[in-house]
Nanobody
């Protein structure tokens, strides 16, 4: 399975970014696709996830500013981030929760991560 993340970068406070994560390979199903983030010295934390049926979960810090969406046919998840703050600066990791391939099943499968920096 390949996981390709894109969309990270440098943005000014108050700006917007959209992260994309596309999974490919011998995928049978993925229960939830989502994004986590991590800063040095802290644990990786959930930002948002969306399940196969469209149910979403957001961290309190993301509610009202971030929107997660998913294209099941393309095994792709998007995270639209608005009103970004310096404290949103982190490495953002794509997560596949409940990934089932034709060969194996995974509780969690991770992308490589993409850097988001919010700074003036």
């Amino acid at each position: 399975v390949q996981v390709v993340e894109s969309g990270g970068g440098l943005v000014q406070p108050g700006g917007s970014l959209t992260l994309s994560c596309a999974a490919s390979g011998n995928i049978f199903s993925i229960w939830a696709m989502g994004w986590y983030r991590q800063v040095p010295g802290k644990q990786r934390e959930l930002v948002a996830h969306v399940t196969t049926d469209g149910s979403t979960k957001y961290a309190d810090s993301a509610k009202g500013r971030f929107t997660i969406s998913r294209d099941n046919a393309k095994n792709t998840v998007y995270l639209q981030m608005n009103s970004l703050k310096p404290e949103d600066t982190a490495i953002y990791y794509c997560n596949l929760d409940g990934l089932v391939t034709t060969i194996e099943a995974y509780d969690d499968y991770w992308g490589q991560g993409t850097q988001v920096t919010v700074s003036s």
